[in-house]
């Protein structure tokens, strides 16, 4: 409902007088800046849950933050790895892994350490130049793909939210599970580009369950707890992401005028 009114909201305000968007702006702004407060105090929380965890359940209770963590990056690496190449594919009808690799390799890895997807989009930019891409095209889809192009934000809202269901003992039927899914990939549409942000969208996806506020918030400690490393992967994958599907999107409509693609000077696809 939020979102739908969100929507209805931007659509009204369209023309709204300058000093009106101003105004909308500099909220959204402040509420931007509230986010960044509460996850940079988050640290202090987390400290608090995992000594409780600890305490409670040992130094065995890590080894299961672990898995978690590996969870995550497995699914990560299999969307990267598996999944895009495979879309790619589709659309260019060659080998896509010289493409998949070097979006990895220029955008993912500076996405990594920066964690921040707007942070990286000088990188992208510079990326599809070099690949010879019509900059009216990614100048566009660039910036676009850094703000709702969150594959692995969905990624991370549907996998904790699942690890909490299940630690519940809820069972889920597959209808349920791609309902999630979708709703993961539609919510991670808006989340917000600060590090961490997307942990904010799982208490949203636990209501599909009817969790409580209370564990919900709780999924989102652990979540912050294995944020370091998640985060940067996530981030790795959200923005190269963005360059490989608009590069892909390009080279589809130059495989259809008869073009040749080149990728680098090495690798001639």
């Avoid at 105004?23 to 959204?28: L, N």
């Avoid at 942990?199 to 999924?219: H, K, T, Y």
């Avoid at 998640?230 to 590069?247: I, P, R």
Wanted: neutral net charge.
């Amino acid at each position: 409902g939020i979102l739908v009114w969100a929507l209805l909201l931007g659509v009204a305000l369209k023309h709204a007088p300058a000093s009106t968007k101003t105004m909308i702006t500099d909220f959204s702004d402040g509420l931007s800046q509230i986010v960044r407060w509460v996850i940079h105090l988050a640290p202090f929380g987390i400290m608090g849950l995992v000594f409780n965890s600890i305490a409670t359940s040992g130094l065995a209770s890590l080894l299961q933050y672990g898995k978690l963590l590996g969870l995550l990056l497995g699914a990560m690496a299999f969307m990267a790895l598996v999944v895009n190449p495979i879309i790619a594919f589709i659309m260019m009808r060659q080998n896509p892994y010289p493409l998949v690799f070097r979006c990895l390799k220029r955008s993912g890895i500076t996405a990594f350490f920066t964690r921040s997807s707007a942070a990286n989009i000088p990188v992208n930019m510079e990326l599809c130049e070099e690949l010879g891409l019509d900059k009216d095209m990614y100048s566009v889809s660039i910036p676009l793909g850094a703000t709702i192009n969150m594959a692995g934000a969905a990624i991370t809202i549907s996998v904790l939210t699942l690890a909490a269901v299940h630690t519940l003992g809820i069972q889920v039927d597959f209808g349920t599970a791609l309902i999630l899914s979708i709703l993961s990939a539609v919510s991670a549409c808006g989340a917000s580009g600060v590090a961490g942000g997307s942990l904010l969208l799982i208490p949203l996806a636990c209501s599909l369950f009817g969790i409580p506020n209370e564990v919900a918030m709780q999924v989102v400690g652990v979540g912050f707890v294995i944020g370091v490393i998640q985060d940067s992967v996530e981030t790795g994958l959200n923005s190269s992401t963005d360059a490989l599907f608009t590069a892909v999107a390009e080279f589809a409509q130059w495989r259809r005028e008869g073009k040749k693609i080149v990728i680098n000077k090495e690798v001639n696809l």
